[in-house]
């Protein structure tokens, strides 16, 4: 995916997921202007609380909704190919599995999430 592509889809993610961040994905930006880091939503995915959980797995999905919206409307190329029949825990699971291999997760959630994603399911 070119560079400009990238940087417009992590864009519309976090506009579509209510965030605004200051650059793309890939780099995994700093969490300066965004709502939620990386620590964050670590903490929220791998709560005793169910509550939490949950608001982790909404958000994963809200990230992955919305770059699936963006290839599906063919604003970038398609890069990331998920299977039919992934669950939400599944997601999370590999999501909470890339947080905890990252060496520092204040970057945004949002760019650690479609990391995370665009790795686990290539198109």
Not at 23 to 51: R, V
Not at 77 to 89: D, L, Q, S
Not at 96 to 110: G, I, K, P, T, W
Request: net charge negative.
């Amino acid at each position: 995916m070119r560079m400009e592509s990238r940087f417009g889809l992590v864009v519309s993610i976090a506009a579509a997921a209510g965030m605004a961040i200051a650059g793309p994905a890939s780099a995994q930006i700093d969490s300066s202007g965004t709502f939620k880091t990386g620590d964050e939503l670590y903490a929220q995915c791998t709560s005793t609380d169910e509550a939490e959980v949950d608001a982790c797995d909404w958000y994963i999905m809200g990230v992955q909704d919305a770059i699936i919206l963006h290839q599906d409307l063919e604003w970038v190329e398609k890069a990331i190919c998920i299977p039919v029949g992934t669950t939400a825990e599944d997601l999370r699971e590999r999501v909470v599995a890339y947080l905890e291999n990252s060496d520092d997760r204040s970057f945004s959630a949002v760019s650690m999430v479609y990391n995370s994603i665009e790795a686990d399911f290539p198109c």
